[in-house]
C-alpha cells in the first residue's frame, strides 16, 4: 500500500516531461509575422490548447521582421526575446480548465506540459508597400490536423520541422 504513492508520483514526473521540444523561431523575412501560436494535445484536436496572450507592445502574437525566439518549455516562456506571460487554455473537455493563466502556474508546468506539444503558427505577413498578404497555417498535422509543414506565398515561405540531436528535439519555424 505504501508504494502506491510513490508510483503515482513516479507515473506523475514522466507525464511532466512529456513536452517534449523546445521551440525556435527565426523570421528572416522583411515583414511582422501575426497571428497565434497554438500547442495542443496530440491526435486530440478537441483535447485542451493553449494559445499565448499578446505581449507589449504587440495587440497579437507578433514575431518581429528579422527577429528569433526560443521557447525551451511552456512554463518558462516569459524568460524568452519576445516573452509570453499569459496562456489562454481552452478545454473543451473539461471547460473547467479553460481560462487565462501565467506562464508559471502549476497548471501549465504540470498538466499542460504533460499533454500539450507545440501544434503550429497561424500566421500572416503583409508587404505594406504592396498591400500583398502570405497567410500560413505552419505546424504538425501529426499534433493538430490543418498544419502543414512547409508552405510558400507570393512573396515568402516558411518551414515546421524537429531535429532530435542526443541533448533532445528542437522544433524549428522558419521563415523566409
Known amino acids: 500500500m505504501k508504494k502506491i504513492p510513490l508510483l503515482l508520483s513516479l507515473a506523475g514526473g514522466i507525464f511532466t516531461l512529456a513536452q517534449s521540444s523546445s521551440l525556435v523561431i527565426q523570421n528572416y523575412s522583411n515583414y511582422d509575422a501575426v497571428g497565434r501560436l497554438l500547442t495542443a494535445t496530440p491526435g486530440n484536436p478537441l483535447g485542451p490548447v493553449m494559445t499565448p496572450a499578446p505581449a507589449p507592445p504587440y495587440s497579437a502574437y507578433t514575431i518581429p521582421a528579422g527577429a528569433y525566439t526560443q521557447y525551451d518549455s511552456f512554463s518558462t516562456t516569459a524568460t524568452a526575446a519576445f516573452p509570453i506571460f499569459t496562456w489562454y487554455v481552452t478545454d473543451h473537455t473539461n471547460p473547467s480548465n479553460s481560462g487565462a493563466y501565467a506562464y508559471n502556474d502549476p497548471f501549465i508546468s504540470t498538466v499542460m506540459s504533460s499533454v500539450n506539444e507545440w501544434a503550429g ?56
Not at 502543414?148 to 522558419?174: E, K, L, V
Request: avoid cysteine.
Open 121 to 176: 503558427l497561424n500566421f500572416w505577413l503583409k508587404d505594406t508597400a504592396t498591400g500583398a498578404t502570405d497567410s500560413y497555417s505552419l505546424g504538425d498535422p501529426a499534433v493538430y490536423p490543418g498544419f502543414s509543414n512547409s508552405q510558400t506565398g507570393t512573396f515568402s515561405s516558411a518551414d515546421w520541422f524537429t531535429i532530435t540531436t542526443p541533448s533532445g528535439p528542437t522544433t524549428y519555424i522558419q521563415i523566409y
